[in-house]
Every structure is written in C-alpha cells, then in structure tokens.
C-alpha cells in the first residue's frame, strides 16, 4: 500500500494525509468511496448467520406510538430462527419499519467481507476490530448515541440519512436498554447512497435513519484498549509467569496494641514487588503482543484438509498475527525471532501470505512453527505465486 497515494476510499486523500488530519480528530463524508459497491453478502446469507450460536447478533426496534417511554427501544440478543412466527427468537416481519438487524464480525465467516476490512490496514492491525453489518426497513436504526472507538460507516443498499455532532453532554437515557443519548445535538446532516461511507472519530454523537426498506450499511469498526483493563491483564498475564521466591522477613517487627492494622513494611515489600515485576520489559512485550492477538471468543479454527508442505501460505481470515522488534504473535502466542526468520515471519504478519520460496528460506525451527500453526487451522494454502 502506498500511503502517500491518493485513494477514492479517502476522498481522495492519501492514507498518511487522512491520519494526519482526520484520525481521531474529524469526520470525513466520502462520496462514492468505493464507486458500485454493493453487498456483499445477500440479506439471506446475513440472517442466516443471525443464526448462529457462534456469531453475536442484535435487533434493535423502535415503537414510536409506545405509551411507556422506557417501551419506546426494545432490544434482543440472537442467535435468532427464521422459522419462528412470534418470540424472543423470531425476527419481526420484513414489511414492519422501524427494525435493524445487527450482526457482529462478518469478517470473520466471509473472504469478501475480510478482503473489504483489509483495505483499512493503513492503521495498526491491532487497531483494526471487524466489521459489523446492519440491516434496517424503512425508518430503522439504533438511535442517537456515540461510540468509543473509531468507525468507517459504508452504505451497501439502500440510502440511509446520517446526522452528527460534537456535543459534550453523553448523557445516556437510563431507562431504554440499548444506549441512546438523552439529549442529541445535531450539526451536519447528510444522506448516503450506496458507495458513499462517513468516518467518525471516536464520542462523535451519530444517528442514522434507513430512508428504505432493506438498507443496509458496513459498519468498519476499530479496537480501543481502555488503560485500566489493558493494565489489569498485563500484571495477571505477566504475574502467572513471574518467579519471586522472596519470603517477607519481620524480625523488626515490635509488638502492637494495634494488631489489625497492615505494617507498613509489608506494604513496601508488596510495592517492590510489584515494580520488579513491571520492570521486566521482555514479559512485558511477550504480555502485551499475546494479549493484542488473543482470538475473540465466539472463534475457532478448521483442521486442514490437506496435509503440510514447504509451499506457499496466507493466514486464516480469522488469524490475528503482529510483531515488535524481538518478537512474532499469533493467536495469542509469542515467539522469539531474529535474522531472515524475523524478516520472513513480519512480511507474513504484514502482507498475510508467504510464497513457497519464501517459506523454504526459513529456517527448520520456525518452518516447525509454520507446521504446526497449519495443524492448528491458523493458516492456508495461500496462491501459486505472490
């Protein structure tokens, strides 16, 4: 990918200039983004995958005439049964406005949908999360609300009419079970058409409406660690390996009329301890890339239908693979490389296949790992020439 390149799918705007001017900083409407583009996956194959117990799916609906305005936004779970007539697992009839279908992931059980995400990887792929499909009838969406991360929204069918601000109140209305802003505060208003996509940063308030039956929009969706929780699975992941046999010694401990409270000394004893463990950067590194490629837990992998050999490979759609200087990550395992082996196994993190060349160069040990990750169903045959 060349980043200083203009590109459709930025307006025109290379990849470097985007993330200089608009990435986590301003919204960016792109008209026709990817000209002709239209779903991916038919509203058939969508819903059937609404029915899968591994994929995360949602309806949203909305009852503008609902006498109870906590009544007003109802939302179910899947997985969901086509066959159902009535129920918390039947979807609501087609011709009904007011209803969006979410399904979470698509990337994940469909190539064409994991080639569409793949052309957002000017940003980090630990950043990247997968993409989300909605379909809504006329008058559907899931309110005014904002998100914590940030989202390319690509219109697939239909026309959907997008409204967004920059508000500081995020008030949220407490009483509905899906999040949907108190008070909304619109700015810019537009509608888009197949094609046309909008970028939002991160807490940018957002409310889009299906002006349509069968509309539906690609939600590409970014990763966001939140500090604290990052912090508290690094020192768990890094705690479970980390050998400290030091015993906690006293002998100047003086007799106390007060024997419920904590010594003092024992506190520092704890504080060393804990900043002797965060001091080791390499548990650190190896923590920090197991936790970043961790599969999501709705995931599994295929045994391979053939058997391995030295010839070319590409990861599995589902496979998440990164590196740091000393290391490679894959599904949350680490391995140490260095030399042609490192050189090797960052282009197959980086452009997700390796030609058979390539992967003859490598040496016995990471071909071993290469091996086994095939037995895993964490790679493929990738094509006859790269």
Not at 25 to 42: D, E, M, V
Request: glycine share 6%.
């Amino acid at each position: 990918m060349d980043l200083e390149a203009p590109t459709p799918l930025l307006g025109g705007l290379s990849p470097a200039t985007f993330m200089r001017r608009h990435w986590q900083r301003q919204p960016l409407l792109i008209r026709q983004a990817i000209p002709g583009f239209a779903p991916l996956l038919s509203r058939e194959a969508l819903f059937e995958l609404a029915t899968r117990d591994d994929v995360e799916s949602r309806i949203i609906e909305q009852h503008p005439d609902a006498d109870d305005p906590a009544r007003s936004w109802t939302l179910r779970h899947g997985p969901f049964d086509l066959r159902a007539r009535r129920g918390e697992r039947a979807l609501p009839p087609l011709s009904r406005p007011y209803w969006t279908l979410l399904v979470q992931g698509v990337d994940l059980h469909d190539e064409r949908v994991h080639a569409l995400m793949q052309r957002f990887r000017f940003v980090p792929d630990v950043r990247l999360d997968d993409v989300m499909i909605s379909w809504a009838s006329a008058g559907g969406g899931v309110g005014p609300h904002y998100d914590s991360y940030d989202v390319f929204l690509l219109q697939a069918q239909g026309r959907r009419r997008w409204r967004i601000g920059r508000q500081k109140d995020l008030t949220l209305r407490a009483e509905l079970p899906c999040k949907i802003l108190q008070h909304f505060e619109p700015q810019q208003e537009w509608v888009l058409e197949p094609g046309d996509m909008l970028y939002l940063p991160p807490r940018w308030a957002h409310d889009g409406v299906a002006l349509d039956d069968g509309c539906m929009t690609y939600s590409i969706g970014f990763r966001v660690p939140v500090r604290g929780g990052l912090a508290a699975e690094l020192v768990q992941r890094m705690a479970e390996e980390w050998e400290d046999d030091v015993l906690y010694a006293d002998a100047a401990q003086p007799a106390t009329a007060e024997p419920a409270r904590i010594p003092l000394a024992l506190r520092s004893f704890a504080e060393v301890g804990l900043q002797r463990l965060l001091a080791d950067r390499e548990a650190l590194s190896v923590a920090l890339g197991e936790i970043l490629t961790e599969p999501k837990p709705r995931v599994w992998f295929d045994p391979p239908v053939q058997p391995w050999e030295d010839g070319p490979v590409a990861l599995d759609r589902r496979t998440r693979m990164v590196w740091d200087d000393g290391h490679v990550f894959i599904n949350g395992e680490a391995y140490r490389v260095r030399g042609r082996d490192a050189t090797l196994l960052r282009r197959l993190a980086d452009w997700r296949r390796l030609s058979a060349g390539e992967v003859r160069r490598l040496s016995e040990p990471a071909r071993a790992a290469l091996r086994q990750w095939w037995e895993a169903g964490w790679l493929r045959p990738g094509p006859a020439r790269v």
